[in-house]
């Protein structure tokens, strides 16, 4: 089938046909699995009496022991001055490092509940057709990060918690969701209309945060076999961030094959519709290409021609 060919096929078909359904969804799985396994823990204590972990996303005591905290939050305790307690602080740096090494949007994308909803409506917007929409400035989402730290230091209170759809809806599902139905098919609705992909890819600060947090992380997909690429377009129609994709599929042959930028979240979704296999997980170290396949099957490849 030609290039030309393959663009109009809908997304992610030619990856049905080549690995079979779980293999065009297979981190999409694992990512689902993920989220509800995370959510499950913190619901364990109050759904059914097992206190393995007490808290929730902002806070928490795992096993009596282990305490793990955002360091978003306090971060802005402290820009509201109140000094966190040791313990705080110890999880707190426990967190950042985790996700400054395996990847800070990692958070975004297989532990955050509001990601399937945001998933949903990516989904719903694209079987609907609907127009593009307003599309904000992706340093929107710094400048909303950097709004937060102010209001808690003007209002000695942790801003974004009053507002924050993650906490609400942990909070929600012990205590009875109520007006949080409204948060939550507020941010649906958002996406779905209002901006495509605009509250994880534009306004979430969460995110801003947790990209910063992640800018020399190890963990990173690499278009290893760009060589390969038959330009179907597929992982851009995918891919939550994808301006980050072009500089390592597009490159000439002395630039790296890596997603560097803070900005993806590791998802893995570009792994699974690619048919070509171009894609897949290494080490921000690792950036050597694979020699094409087969030379003779996709002559028209940009990348080729640049080598």
Request: proline share 6%.
């Amino acid at each position: 089938m030609s290039t030309k060919g393959k663009v109009h096929l809908p997304v992610g078909q030619e990856a049905l046909e080549v690995k079979g359904w779980f293999g065009a969804h297979k981190y999409l799985v694992l990512r689902r699995i993920s989220q509800a396994f995370f959510l499950f823990l913190f619901l364990m204590g109050p759904w059914f009496g097992i206190w393995w972990v007490k808290g929730n996303l902002a806070g928490s005591m795992t096993f009596n022991f282990l305490p793990l905290n955002d360091p978003l939050i306090l971060g802005q305790m402290m820009a509201a001055g109140h000094w966190p307690e040791t313990t705080a602080l110890i999880g707190g740096l426990i967190v950042l490092v985790v996700y400054a090494l395996i990847g800070g949007r990692v958070y975004c994308s297989w532990v955050c509940p509001i990601n399937p909803v945001t998933d949903g409506a990516h989904w719903l917007h694209d079987k609907l057709n609907l127009q593009k929409g307003w599309q904000p400035k992706r340093s929107a989402r710094y400048w909303i990060l950097a709004t937060v730290f102010l209001v808690s230091a003007l209002t000695g209170t942790i801003a974004w918690e009053v507002v924050n759809p993650v906490t609400m809806v942990h909070r929600g599902l012990v205590f009875g969701m109520g007006f949080v139905w409204a948060m939550v098919a507020a941010v649906f609705v958002f996406d779905l209309i209002v901006a495509r992909r605009g509250w994880c890819g534009h306004v979430c600060p969460v995110g801003a945060f947790y990209s910063l947090v992640g800018t020399k992380s190890l963990l990173r997909i690499s278009a290893v076999k760009r060589d390969d690429c038959d330009d179907c377009m597929d992982c851009y129609a995918v891919c939550p961030e994808n301006q980050v994709i072009s500089p390592a599929l597009k490159g000439k042959a002395d630039v790296t094959p890596l997603i560097l930028s803070p900005d993806c979240t590791n998802c893995g979704r570009c792994i699974d519709v690619c048919a070509m296999d171009v894609f897949r997980f290494t080490h921000r170290f690792d950036a050597r290409v694979e020699a094409p396949s087969d030379a003779v099957s996709n002559p028209e490849s940009p990348n080729r021609n640049a080598a």
